[in-house]
């Protein structure tokens, strides 16, 4: 039973479990999160594994004050004003990414910025300090649910699936952050939360825009075009044409004379989702006519990175 009160004793046993790409749930002051090493893009996977997300949502790293949050994001002065106000509590604010973050892939869906949120439950606060890492969570419910607020709902929702679950009892808030993008000009409310517009403006001293449900960066499908590689996909391949590099997965990689990457060699989809993004990106990188993607079977982890894939050959 994953379920354990959260001493220190448990919460020195979550951080290890972190520490070796294990992914735990643990109480924030909004909802339950699933929260894996963002630096480690194998252990983020198993979220979405975990979650049977259809596609790959970015996800809120958690950091335990603002100085770390700052080692990952470059924030203006809004951005400043909001923190001040706000963390640590139920507020994330999505910033531009540092070149140097660390921070994998996987868990920003390939975007240049980061959502990033300083929780204040104590429990949240003490695994963040004790495993001495960036936390990327979402709530921990299986994509579509109702975000859990007790221990024994992420139980519910997915049983035995992490190593841990925390127990820090109800949620105060029960409601998810709200968050707030400053990667532009002028800030902009992505969504609304535990953390009222009212307050948000107030600190701002001035209105604050709300983002279009289908806004660019609230879309999935606008998503995965802010990261399509230039170079065109051709999926399912069956062979390499000339002029043209291989992205290959699984044992037998198609023959291929010029630049190749094996998502992975051993056909574990948690290890593909991983380096998905870095290794389309390398692949653009090397100036070719085309990539060709050899098929990647549609279970589990593979029917998001089809997803994903799909999204960047038909985003040119
Ligand atoms: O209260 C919460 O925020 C909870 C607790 C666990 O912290 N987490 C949570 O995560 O609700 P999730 O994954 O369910 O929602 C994350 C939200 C999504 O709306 C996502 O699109 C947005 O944050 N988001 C994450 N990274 C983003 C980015 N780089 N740009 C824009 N939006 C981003
Ligand atoms: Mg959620």
Not at 47 to 76: C, G, Q, W
Not at 155 to 168: R, S, V
Not at 175 to 200: F, K, N, Q, W
């Amino acid at each position: 039973m994953p379920v354990v009160p959260a001493t220190d004793e448990a919460i020195a046993q979550a951080a290890g479990a972190l520490a070796e790409g294990a992914i735990v749930a643990f109480p924030t002051e909004t909802v339950y999160g699933l929260g894996a090493d963002a630096r480690n893009g194998t252990a983020v996977a198993k979220i979405f594994a975990a979650k049977e997300r259809p596609r790959f949502n970015p996800l809120i790293v958690h950091v335990p004050d603002f100085a770390t949050a700052e080692t990952l994001v470059a924030f203006n002065d809004d951005a400043r004003t909001l923190a001040a106000a706000f963390w640590p509590g139920p507020l994330t604010l999505v910033a531009p990414k540092r070149k140097d973050c660390g921070i994998a892939d996987l868990v920003t869906a390939g975007l240049d910025s980061i959502a990033v949120r300083v929780p204040g439950h104590p429990v949240a606060q003490a695994l963040l300090k004790t495993a001495k890492c960036p936390i990327a969570a979402p709530s921990a419910n299986r994509s579509g649910r109702i975000s859990p607020t007790e221990a024994a709902h992420v139980a519910a929702e997915l049983g035995e699936t992490p190593a841990m679950i925390l127990d820090g009892g109800a949620c105060a808030r029960g409601l998810e952050s709200t968050v707030v993008s400053l990667a532009g000009a002028e800030p902009v409310l992505l969504r609304l939360g535990a953390v009222p517009r009212h307050e948000i403006e107030a600190a701002l001293s001035r209105p604050v825009a709300r983002a279009e449900d289908d806004a660019p960066i609230a879309s999935p499908g606008q998503l995965s075009r802010h990261y399509a590689p230039q170079t065109p996909l051709r999926l399912n391949a069956a062979d390499v044409q000339p002029g043209e590099v291989l992205l290959a997965f699984g044992p037998d990689p198609l023959p291929c004379d010029s630049k190749a990457i094996n998502l992975s060699r051993a056909g574990d989809l948690g290890e593909a989702a991983a380096k998905l993004f870095a290794s389309l990106r390398e692949l653009d990188e090397a100036g070719s006519f085309g990539i060709a993607v050899m098929p990647i079977p549609d279970e589990g982890l593979g029917e998001a990175i089809n997803d994903r894939l799909r999204r960047a050959a038909k985003a040119r």
